[in-house]
Structure formats: structure tokens, C-alpha cells
């Protein structure tokens, strides 16, 4: 069965600091692992896509990274800052005829000052 | 670029009432899904239209949901009557659809809906 899960559920961390969600998955074709971000109130905001080749991708302080030997993703954010506070939710693609979307439950990030 | 419209953005309504959303996808996108995103999960596709055909709908509980694209452009889906746990977001994305490796989707807002 397609999976997605994700950890840890919830995180809280003091603004500045650096941290790590983790990701791992069981579908099959795979075709890309995407991260999105989820503010409170609105959609999902695409953070990073990595096909199967790509091992690390970053956009400014986030970087993912791919290993699908293990199939297991990161992401990691660096100094973090209040507007991080979101929900992040990891994303596999299968490359079936409709290359759908398998969703994780998110990972709901809380930085305090 | 305009993005994902929908509309409303809250609606609260008894059970065995009628609700509808709207959405308008970013133009020129050909791919059209809506998603049911329940509180503390992720989303889960309800249905998913290539201009204004069902491409699949294979989650969406036909007893009481139904959605349309008649013109291939903007969407209305459709619950009657609602249940309680039908309370959730729905969420509206459209892709281009021209890289199916990426098929880099964008979300719109979402509604709301609360079945008191």
C-alpha cells in the first residue's frame, strides 16, 4: 500500500535554532518527492521537488534531501524564523497514469521567540 | 500569475443541508483537483479532471459529492446532503500538466466547512 508518514507530529523550537523533519515512504512506481509548506488558513506552498537522482535540493534556509535506497527524506531549516511556523507535509509521487499525489500528515512546526 | 481562487473561504451548515464550492484554477491549466483535508491530516484527493473530464474519482463518495468542469475552466463540487464528517478544508490545486515528472501542482486557499 502507498504510504507516506511522517515525523515527529509536532515540533516547538526557539527562534534562531535549526531543525529536522523526517519523512519516509513506501510507494512504488516513485516518481519525485516534493515538501510543501502550510501556513494556518491556507494551501500548500511547494517548498522543493527531487526526482529519483537528486540526493539534496535547498531553496534559501530549507534543504531536503532524498535517499530512496532507504526511502527516506529530510527536511532541514536552518535558523529558523517566527513565519516558519507552519505545517510541513511531505509528498510522493507515483508514476502511475495520473501521477498521484500520496499525502503525509504533515509535521506541525511551532517557533517561539 | 493570478492564483487558485476559491470561494467561499467559510461556510458552516446543519447536517443533511446543501453546500457548494467554486473554483477557478489558474488559467490556462488543464488539470483540476479537489482535495478533502480533515484536521491534523494531509489531503486526500476527492477528484481529478484533465479540462472536463474525470481523470479519477475513485475517493469521492458519489452517494453524496459530485462535481463538474463543464467548460473545462472553473469547478463547482457539490455535497448533498452533508454528514458531520464532512467537516474539513477543501482544497482546489490545478497543474499545467505539460511535465509529468513534476506536475508541479498550486493550491488555492481552501474552504472551510463546519457540519454542525
Known amino acids: 500500500k502507498n504510504q507516506v508518514e511522517q515525523s515527529p507530529q509536532s515540533l516547538i523550537i526557539l527562534e534562531g535554532k535549526n531543525c529536522t523533519l523526517q519523512?519516509?515512504?513506501?510507494?512504488?512506481?516513485?516518481?519525485?518527492l516534493r515538501w510543501y509548506k502550510q501556513d494556518t488558513g491556507r494551501g500548500p506552498v511547494s517548498l522543493t521537488i527531487?526526482?529519483?537522482?537528486?540526493n539534496t535540493k535547498s531553496n534559501g534556509r530549507y534543504t531536503a534531501t532524498l535517499d530512496a535506497d532507504t526511502k527516506q527524506s529530510s527536511l532541514h531549516i536552518t535558523a529558523s524564523q517566527l513565519s516558519d511556523s507552519a505545517s510541513y507535509i511531505c509528498?510522493?509521487?507515483?508514476?502511475?497514469?495520473?501521477?498521484?499525489?500520496?499525502f503525509g500528515s504533515g509535521t506541525r512546526l511551532l517557533v517561539r521567540p | 500569475e493570478a492564483g487558485v481562487a476559491q470561494s467561499p473561504r467559510y461556510k458552516i451548515i446543519e447536517k443533511r443541508q446543501s453546500v457548494a464550492f467554486w473554483c477557478n484554477p489558474i488559467?490556462?491549466?488543464?488539470?483540476l483537483y479537489w482535495y478533502q483535508q480533515i484536521l491534523g491530516q494531509g489531503p486526500k484527493l476527492l477528484i481529478q479532471?484533465?479540462?472536463?473530464?474525470?481523470?479519477?474519482d475513485s475517493q469521492l463518495p458519489k452517494d453524496r459529492f459530485s462535481a463538474e468542469r463543464l467548460k473545462g475552466v472553473d469547478s463547482t463540487l457539490k455535497i448533498q446532503p452533508a454528514k458531520l464528517e464532512d467537516s474539513a478544508v477543501y482544497l482546489c490545486?490545478?497543474?499545467?500538466?505539460?511535465?509529468?515528472?513534476?506536475?508541479?501542482?498550486?493550491f488555492g486557499p481552501g474552504t472551510r466547512l463546519t457540519v454542525l
Open positions: 490545486a490545478s497543474s499545467a500538466s505539460r511535465d509529468h515528472t513534476y506536475n508541479e501542482q498550486f
Open positions: 519523512c519516509n515512504y513506501t510507494v512504488s512506481p516513485f516518481s519525485n
Open positions: 527531487m526526482t529519483f537522482s537528486e
Open positions: 509528498v510522493v509521487s507515483s508514476m502511475d497514469s495520473s501521477y498521484k499525489l500520496i
Open positions: 488559467s490556462g491549466h488543464a488539470t
Open positions: 479532471f484533465q479540462n472536463n473530464g474525470v481523470v479519477d
